[in-house]
């Protein structure tokens, strides 16, 4: 039983109308050499009842979010999701949906897919957003090959402060093309502005710059975007949607691109994957943005529709020169995220990011009155995540926060040894004051 | 199937409304201006919508009733393997212990999913026939541009990166091919197809040389049709010291029956949301996993999964002729858990049945409806086929018609235009999990619409009538594009 | 329609020669009926240097690209921002309002090379 309908009788009436014997003969042109001789060498099958238990008990080895308080951020964060949101989006006719292809049959699709559009807009402050590409760290790959397409210039500086991951994955997209990547250094936690300026030359075709940056540190933005467009080069901000709902949004530092993961936005963290990626750009920039985007039109009677729009970028059409080799986006996470926002709305957002704030905030400056751990860097001013410094092994600390059901900060040395002893701290609205003072607490009796 | 228009989500609620707010704060608050300097604060609130709940819910299921999917109807979207997702799958990536898990988490707390991993990984190897995985791509594309980043890193180290900078595709190749290869900075050579729709081996030794770096292929290709001179393209290839890269988005049609390792191929991507029966989610998530021969192994993304001498598991990053990174993390873990829950409740003998089937299902199709349409090449197709329009355009009714009068009958249009190299193609892919009842009803629709083409074309080129819009202006959203809602 | 006082290309441009050393370049009526309707032109940069045969601009129809080759060796002395707003009007006037650019030539014995308007229709007829 795989889920075949077709029945014995069934198979040989098929057989008969297409004249052959058996269904082997169906494989009679794949030569003898390219054929499997023997089974599959995999467990054999099993029922639902069977394979469900089994995924239960290695779900069951896993340490998960429900049974322990996460202080761990680095790009994936566990918000609060509410639960008319898991119900929306488990919804048969969106989760078993293709690309809209045939637009008069997929408008729930095409109309969520522009009202997350819009939704990008608005909290980015920009003019147009596609339709989602993979992940934070595609966006900025994206968004780099964008600026160097768009100026013709060859090198990408990326802030040090931009996600590691990120940066390796702009980097590996960008080699292939023999362009280059070359890293902003910092300076106390945030962009060292003159090394920035010094980098700045006439090759630099964009920069990258996170914010809040991955140490948590809020960036110079303005000043940034000053010198940036001073060299005739592309403006890029990888930014925390829910941050926006208190932070400044790209638009208002003058950012040409707007990237970020979405995963903040309703997504459950599920180690790392699925999410999805965020681009939005000035009006200008739109005819070199990669992926889907959907668009309002008419059809013949008159009646407002949407359709998938502005294809010629796209790879069906102009294959090997495409603005990108991206097929589909990740449209039922943006749909998570459509869906929270609407949820949340103009206060709830609010609320969410003010709450982060104020509780990281809070358990900073817990923490920094331990003995043995101080702020990393403590000029910066930061939003949900920090960096501290500590005295101790962090991942032992954290094999003995896991016993006590708390998942702790980051290790940060896992990126770079010269960020050995740094944690980076997260705390988001999910997390209560009774989880932070027993964070506190365990960190006391170390 | 809902008719009328749903409003955007801007034009509905009333200020002060919200669907959903956090529990109060139990932290002592401060003024926001105290913890960050007044300059990066944003100025007013973003424009967001504002809706209970319940107008909320009522959005978003009204627009899920516009749409066509795999649990409403048939959907023989060629290429695009549209079969049924077992709920089971779902279920299973709902888990707490996989959908909440942080990917940094001490690697002692997360021993059950790397082990999921590595298992999916040691799966895909057996099916395809090659030696080691990466399951970071998140999409087939993406699949792609790492596979050929696999191919270059190999010849860099050989010493040939500078010499071989052209991938060969075939004319029929899906447009990611020669976007990804482009995209991996090489450049695309195009090779026609022969006339039994395989590979033109004469131009293939042409193309071959000093240059070619590898070699893309779909196989069965995008015509559904099995290249039975695989062995000899791969030989041909290879001696020209070039890799093959096996496009797997056909791979339904070949579980346990033959495998790209066999055929020659030396990198494949699979993508998980066709083959291995995760929902495509109205376009994503979808999961593109590599799998490679011995000689590429070192070359893989970082991290790798791997079991360790006391059979626990970890994350390998310490491969220094690694690509690099292709995605953050670890690729799109939840539906690599949903492609494993289907290849463990199938087993061996239940994916091979699963291509048996898919390939029966469209070989009925095609002798069913070989008398109504032309068939550019008349063989035993695989699990997919490629009509023409030819016959219907020559009476002024064009494929994109005909597919437009198909949702008129409940039914999503198979591919249409795709393959570029048949004249107003027509791609059908049943796949396995469709009804005999159903395969029949659509062969009912498709000698309808071919009956109305010959009686009432005007019925065929106004359709669709009975969908929630009618065919909409695609001329004018591109000529005047309006891609977002702006607050007046 | 071929114009008589045009010149044409195999690749379905038409020339006009204007006064002095400036040519006219638009795509002819053949070609913007194959491409159907045309939603996006991309016009050269002003003062770009071009060879005969490289690319001068790209129209878009909303499911193709169609790159439109320099006719004649030259320089672009001025673009048709009309298309910005309105890239209808190749469709609708193609060798009118719908041209595409004027190039400032050096050597106008290059025009003696194109195709007149009988020899143009002549490859249509053949090429069907």
């Keep these: 039983m795989s889920y075949i309908p077709t029945t014995d009788a069934e198979r040989q009436r098929m057989l008969a109308e297409i004249g052959v014997k058996s269904v082997d003969d169906l494989f009679a042109e794949i030569p003898s050499a390219a054929r499997l001789r023997q089974p599959l060498n995999l467990p054999a099958g099993c029922s639902e009842a069977e394979v469900f238990s089994h995924l239960k008990t290695l779900a069951a080895q896993n340490a998960d979010l429900d049974t322990y308080a996460c202080f761990m951020g680095g790009g994936v964060y566990d918000h609060l999701i509410p639960a008319a949101l898991t119900d929306i989006v488990s919804r048969n006719e969106f989760v078993t949906a293709y690309t809209p292809y045939q637009p008069e049959v997929s408008q729930g699709v095409l109309q969520s897919i522009y009202e997350f559009q819009s939704l990008i807009c608005l909290l980015t402050q920009m003019d147009v957003a596609n339709a989602s ?235 920094c009155a331990l003995p043995g751990w101080r702020a990393a860097f403590s000029q910066a001013s930061f939003y949900q995540e920090f960096t501290l410094e500590c005295d101790h092994d962090i991942d032992a600390v954290n094999q003995r926060l896991l016993e006590h059901k708390i998942i702790g900060g980051l290790p940060l040395a896992r990126f770079d040894q010269r960020y050995a002893n740094l944690a980076l701290f997260c705390v988001t609205e999910a997390r209560t004051r009774s989880e932070i003072d027993r964070l506190v607490d365990v960190l006391r009796t170390l | 199937m809902i008719t009328r228009e749903v409003p955007l989500i801007f034009t509905a609620g009333a200020p002060g409304r919200t669907g959903y707010m956090p529990p109060a704060s139990d932290v002592q608050e401060e003024s926001v201006d105290t913890l960050i300097p007044a300059a990066y604060l944003r100025d007013e609130a973003p424009p967001l919508p504002e809706l209970s709940e319940l107008e909320v819910v009522r959005h978003f299921i009204n627009l899920s009733r516009l749409n066509h999917a795999v649990d409403v109807g048939f959907y023989p979207l060629g290429s695009c393997t549209m079969k049924y997702n077992p709920k089971v799958n779902e279920a299973a990536a709902a888990l707490p212990g996989f959908a909440r898990i942080h990917p940094y988490q001490p690697e002692e707390s997360v021993q059950g999913a790397l082990a999921m991993m590595w298992h999916l990984g040691r799966y895909l190897c057996e099916i395809s026939g090659l030696h080691a995985a990466s399951l970071q791509p998140a999409a087939g594309a993406q699949g792609e541009l790492a596979g050929l980043m696999v191919i270059k890193a190999y010849h860099e180290a050989q010493g040939a990166g500078q010499q071989r900078r052209e991938v060969i595709v075939p004319d029929s190749a899906h447009g990611t091919n020669p976007a990804s290869a482009a995209m991996c900075g090489y450049k695309v050579i195009t090779v026609p197809s022969d006339s039994q729709g395989g590979m033109d081996l004469e131009a293939l030794q042409a193309a071959v040389g000093p240059a070619t770096a590898g070699l893309m292929l779909t196989n069965p290709n995008t015509l559904g049709l099995f290249d039975a001179n695989i062995v000899e393209i791969a030989r041909i290839v290879h001696e020209a010291g070039g890799l093959l890269y096996y496009d797997g988005a056909n791979a339904n049609a070949i579980l346990g029956i033959s495998r790209p390792g066999e055929m020659g191929f030396d990198v494949v991507h699979f993508n998980l949301h066709k083959t291995f029966s995760t929902p495509h989610g109205g376009g994503g998530p979808g999961a593109g996993p590599i799998v490679v021969c011995k000689e590429l192994e070192p070359f893989l993304p970082v991290p790798v999964v791997v079991k360790k001498a006391d059979d626990t598991y970890a994350l390998d990053y310490d491969r220094p002729q690694s690509v690099g990174r292709v995605r953050s993390f670890y690729g799109n873990f939840g539906v690599l858990v949903r492609a494993y829950t289907y290849i463990r409740r199938l087993g061996p003998d239940g994916l091979k049945q699963v291509s048996e089937t898919a390939v029966l299902h469209a070989n009925y199709l095609l002798s069913k409806l070989k008398p109504y349409f032309d ?114 | 329609m071929y114009p008589v006082e045009l010149r044409y290309t195999k690749e379905h441009e038409w020339v006009k020669v204007e006064d002095g050393n400036k040519v006219r370049v638009g795509i002819t009526d053949f070609a913007q009926s194959e491409l159907g309707d045309v939603v996006f032109v991309e016009l050269p940069d002003l003062d770009l240097e071009v060879e005969t045969g490289d690319n001068l601009a790209v129209v878009e129809s909303v499911k193709a690209v169609s790159d439109i080759y320099a006719p004649i060796s030259g320089i672009v002395a001025e673009v048709n921002d009309k298309l910005s707003d309105s890239p209808e009007l190749v469709n609708q006037d193609p060798y009118g309002q719908g041209w595409i650019a004027i190039l400032e030539i050096q050597d106008a014995s290059q025009i003696g090379a194109l195709l007149t308007a009988e020899q143009y229709e002549a490859y249509i007829e053949e090429s069907k």
């Design chain 1, 133 to 367: 590409v993979y992940d934070g760290a595609s966006a900025c790959a994206e968004a780099a090959l964008l600026a160097c397409n768009q100026t013709r210039r060859g090198t990408i500086l990326m802030a040090e402060g931009l996600h590691p991951e990120y940066r390796a994955v702009v980097q590996t997209y960008l080699e292939q093309q023999d362009l280059k990547t070359v890293i902003v250094p910092m300076q106390n936690g945030t962009i060292n502005i003159e090394a920035l300026s010094d980098l700045l030359t006439s090759e630099v075709a964009g920069v990258i710059v996170q914010h809040p940056n991955f140490f948590g540190n809020l960036e110079a933005v303005y000043d940034i975007g000053k010198a940036v467009h001073a060299a005739g080069a592309i403006y890029i901000a990888c930014v925390d949607p829910i941050s926006l709902g208190v932070l400044a949004p790209p638009g208002a530092y003058d950012a040409d691109i707007a990237v970020g993961d979405g995963q903040s936005l309703g997504n459950q963290p599920s180690f790392g994957g699925p999410s999805f990626g965020f681009m939005a750009v000035k009006e200008a920039l739109l005819r070199r943005l990669p992926g889907r985007i959907a668009g309002e039109t008419i059809d013949h009677s008159g009646r407002r529709g949407f359709v998938l729009t502005l294809q010629t970028r796209e790879q069906h059409i102009r294959r090997e020169r495409a603005a990108s080799n991206i097929c589909t986006n990740q449209a039922l996470n943006a749909l998570c995220a459509t869906v929270y926002l609407s949820l949340l709305g103009k206060q709830g957002l609010a609320a969410v990011a003010n709450q982060c704030l104020q509780k990281a905030h809070y358990a900073q400056k817990q923490l």
């Design chain 2, 375 to 488: 068939l550019p090449y008349d063989r035993v197709c695989m699990h997919e086929f490629v009509l023409s329009g030819k016959r219907q355009k020559a009476k002024g009714v064009r494929t994109l018609d005909i597919a437009k009068r198909m949702l008129d009958f409940g039914i999503h249009a198979p591919t249409v235009y795709f393959p570029l190299i048949v004249d107003e193609a027509l791609m059908i892919e049943p796949t396995e999990t469709e009804t005999l009842e159903t395969l029949d009803a659509f062969v009912e629709v498709m000698t309808t619409i071919a009956r109305e083409v010959e009686e009432n074309p005007e019925v065929v080129k106004e359709a669709p009538h009975h969908t929630p819009v009618g065919r909409l202006d695609e001329t004018r959203a591109a000529r005047q594009p309006n891609l977002r809602w702006r607050p007046s």
